[in-house]
Each structure stands twice: as C-alpha cells, then as structure tokens.
Nanobody, 124 residues
Framework: DVHLVESGGGSVQAGGRLRLSCVVS?????????MGWFRQSPGKGREALATIDGWGDSAYVASVKGRFTISRDNAANTLYLEVNPLRPEDTAMYYC?????????????????WGRGTQVTVSP
C-alpha cells in the first residue's frame, strides 16, 4: 500500500519560516509520480497550493506565489513545502497528495493518494 505522511507543522510566529515534509512509502521503486500540496481551514474548504510534476517542474496558485516553494527529493521519496514569510492566514491543516504519472495537477480530484495532514498554526 502507498502511504503519505506529512510532518513539520506546529505553532509558529508570523514572519517566520517553515518547512513541511511529506514522506512517500510503498511506491514501487522507479515509479514516476507527481505531487501536490493542499490546505484546509474552517470556512474555506480544501485549497490548492502547489504541484510538482515528474520532471521536477512546479506550478503554484497565484495567491501563494513568492512565499511558497515546493520541491522534492526523489531519492528520499520526500516532498517539501517551504513558506516564507508566514502569515496568520496560513493557519490550516496541510495535506500532501500524489498521483502516478508525469503530469502535475492543481485539482484535488486528480490525485490518487493522500496524507492525513499536519496542522500549522501561525500566531500574530
């Protein structure tokens, strides 16, 4: 079975920097897959943030460009999301997702696998 586990969340202060991680396990060695980051907060629903495809090319939603950076370490089967600087409105549960294949996606419905999330709380 394929499992995704997020980590790196917690209580942080606005203006600071945070890096979230997502470790993928159970994927057959050599399989190409794209990944994405999403977040969800009360009253907002699930919001797309960024995606990185099988070639390593990334794409972002307009609202997070300049502050969010998505990257991956294929050898370590790990996805990262860096946020700098943090804002109080970044408070949310952050989820990583994966889909087999080369193309990246910013639609949640396009992903096959999901992590359980890591909570990020940003204080003023």
């Amino acid at each position: 079975d394929v499992h995704l586990v997020e980590s790196g969340g917690g209580s942080v202060q606005a203006g600071g920097r945070l890096r979230l991680s997502c470790v993928v396990s159970g994927m057959t060695t050599g399989t190409t897959y794209s990944m994405g980051w999403f977040r969800q907060s009360p009253g907002k629903g699930r919001e797309a943030l960024a995606t990185i495809d099988g070639w390593g090319d990334s794409a972002y939603v307009a609202s997070v460009k300049g502050r969010f950076t998505i990257s991956r370490d294929n050898a370590a089967n790990t996805l990262y999301l860096e946020v700098n600087p943090l804002r109080p409105e970044d408070t949310a549960m952050y989820y990583c997702a994966a889909r087999t294949g080369w193309n990246g996606y910013l639609d949640a419905d396009d992903y096959n696998y999901w992590g359980r999330g890591t909570q990020v709380t940003v204080s003023p």
